[in-house]
């Protein structure tokens, strides 16, 4: 009975679009990305990564999910984008945000490479948005790339500026579109 017992807590259930990370003492030894009923060594500990498409909009705060009093998920919630205020090449104030749209294609980077990856993915988005923002005019007459006058190139800038600094964290940037430009 205690045998079974001890094999039973092998078992786990991987649902469509989530990943288990097994470590044991603290060794990676691999990841199960397929859906289905699996059993592995009990010894293994299984860490749930979620592998679905999230978004992310700069400037907004999120609270994390909590449990009330009953035991029930209070689930997470954002806050309204605040636009971060930023001088533009030229020294001019604007006030600019996005939405970055991600996901976690390698599920032991994500979590062992860092701390915690939906922060890490905010932190580095707000970065490279400052970052652009600082390296483009918002307007040009003169036919050079602008924040106002070449969305969809600035958009493609952005996304690969958030894709390098997320390599290293097992995720992959979709889309990287400004939502407000002022």
Request: aromatic residues 8%.
């Amino acid at each position: 009975i205690i045998v079974n017992l001890f094999c039973a807590f092998g078992f786990m259930i991987i649902h469509p679009n989530q990943a288990r990370v097994m470590l044991v003492f603290g060794n990676y030894k691999g990841s199960v990305k397929t859906s289905g009923f699996y059993w592995v060594n009990p010894f293994y500990s299984k860490k749930k990564i979620s592998l679905r498409i999230q978004n992310f909009e700069t400037g907004s705060i999120s609270t994390p999910e909590i449990k009330d009093a009953s035991g029930k998920t209070i689930p997470k919630s954002h806050s309204a984008g605040r636009p971060s205020k930023v001088n533009d090449r030229d020294g001019n104030p604007i006030e600019i945000s996005a939405v970055v749209v991600w996901r976690v294609v390698d599920t032991a980077e994500a979590l062992l490479e860092v701390d915690n990856y939906d922060d890490f993915v905010a932190v580095q988005s707000e970065s490279a948005l400052r970052n652009l923002a600082s390296r483009h005019p918002y307007d040009s007459e003169d036919h050079e790339i602008s924040l106002r006058g070449n969305i969809e190139s600035i958009s493609d800038q952005l996304r690969g500026d958030i894709q390098e600094r997320l390599d290293k964290a097992g995720v992959a940037v979709e889309e990287a579109r400004l939502t407000q430009l002022a």
